[in-house]
């Protein structure tokens, strides 16, 4: 089994930051992408930004030049830094990760979500 445990979300003020932490363990062999997926009220869920094994990055296009992905692959752990953050942000968060197991499987894992509010 693979868990992934998030952690950092909180209510904020616009403009405020915050950093998200995601933390995969269990059988892991390897990691092609990690990310996080966001869903908002009303609203599908959608990929906010994700990184592979080879260092592609991509990002939602209403987050691009504010929220920055990064990644320890010793510690299979991805961040994301949230910054000059607005109403619109406000969603549950949840990491994502595709991974291949040490039993030869390859799946799709999701954390528990944590929440960001961004409220005056």
């Known amino acids: 089994q693979v868990q992934l445990v998030e952690s950092g979300g909180g209510l904020v003020h616009p403009g405020g930051s915050l950093r998200l932490s995601c933390a995969a363990s269990?059988?892991?062999?390897?990691?092609?992408?990690m990310g996080w997926y966001r869903r908002a009220p009303r609203k599908q869920r959608e990929l906010v930004a994700t990184v592979t094994s080879s260092d592609t990055i991509n990002y939602l296009d209403s987050v691009k030049g504010r929220f920055t992905i990064s990644r320890d692959n010793a510690k299979n752990t991805v961040y994301l830094q949230m910054n000059s953050l607005k109403p619109e942000d406000t969603a549950a968060y949840y990491c994502?990760?595709?991974?291949?197991?040490?039993?030869?499987?390859?799946?799709?894992?999701w954390g528990q979500g944590t929440q960001v509010t961004v409220s005056s």
């Open positions: 269990g059988s892991i062999s390897t990691i092609y992408v």
């Open positions: 994502y990760a595709d991974c291949y197991t040490t039993r030869g499987r390859r799946d799709d894992y």
